[in-house]
């Protein structure tokens, strides 16, 4: 069976295999939040041996009408001038299948970018260009080193902000190339921004939904993700 490769943004996304025994698993490598490092991680895999490729973590809210929680099986991976790199359709199908019964799943199509989007107005202008739902930070860099390859590529995201959610830029200085986080740094961004303690409860009530929705989609889906082989 051809070995699947899972790229996530952040260690506490790769943890929701932490349910399933070593030897389940798929190979997981962690690009910390960055696209370079994505496209590196999903090059590593592929010549370590996987033959498939997924996104897997989670993702801001592009359209109003997806919130914190709401799991994207996509359909495509859109790029700002229109070009498209489709999911493989088996694949895909399969995790809509397995995931059929959570009411908060759907297909849709994603979009990654190279810098994260902070405000409202980061996200409007970014739907605008490519009518996607979420966008992620690695998803995008995955998609093309599955193009240049021929293999299968998938990608499941999870919204963890919505698209209206303002998020302050030391959040992201304090995630670690590794994927985990600096809290001594998020907890120096308090002192110095204390008016956005409102802002940072709202994000992390946000974020446990989102890890409570992509474990169970883990658990759903099995340590294989539904790739069909």
């Known amino acids: 069976m051809p ?12 943890d929701c295999f932490d349910m399933y025994d070593f030897d389940e698993r798929p190979a997981i490598r962690v690009a910390g939040a960055d696209a370079r490092r994505a496209a590196e991680a999903a ?6 041996g996987c033959s498939a490729l997924i996104s897997l973590g989670f993702s801001g809210a592009l359209d109003p009408h997806h919130g914190p929680g709401d799991i994207i099986i996509a359909d495509a991976v859109v790029f700002p ?16 299948l397995a995931l059929t019964g ?15 989007l902070l405000t409202p107005a980061d996200k409007i202008s970014c739907h605008l260009s490519c009518n996607a739902v979420a966008v992620d930070m690695e998803s995008h860099a995955v998609a093309r080193v599955a193009e240049r390859h021929g293999v299968p590529f998938a990608a499941l995201r999870v919204i963890s902000d ?16 590794d994927g985990s986080i600096r809290k001594g740094q998020i907890a120096a961004g308090f ?20 890890v409570r929705a992509l474990r169970r989609a883990v658990l759903i889906a099995g340590p294989g993700l539904q790739f069909p082989g």
């Open 191 to 210: 002192l110095v921004q204390p008016w956005l303690w409102p802002t940072m409860m709202s994000l992390a009530l946000s974020n446990r939904k989102a």
């Open 162 to 177: 919505s698209h209206q959610a303002r998020i302050p830029a030391w959040t992201l200085t304090g995630i670690r190339d």
């Open 102 to 116: 959570d009411a908060a799943s759907m297909v849709g199509n994603i979009t990654g970018s190279d810098k994260p």
């Open 3 to 14: 070995r699947l490769g899972v790229i996530v943004g952040l260690a506490s996304e790769a």
């Open 43 to 48: 090059q590593a895999l592929i010549s370590h």
């Open 81 to 96: 001038d229109g070009r498209k790199i489709l999911t493989h359709a088996r694949w895909r199908r399969g995790l809509e």
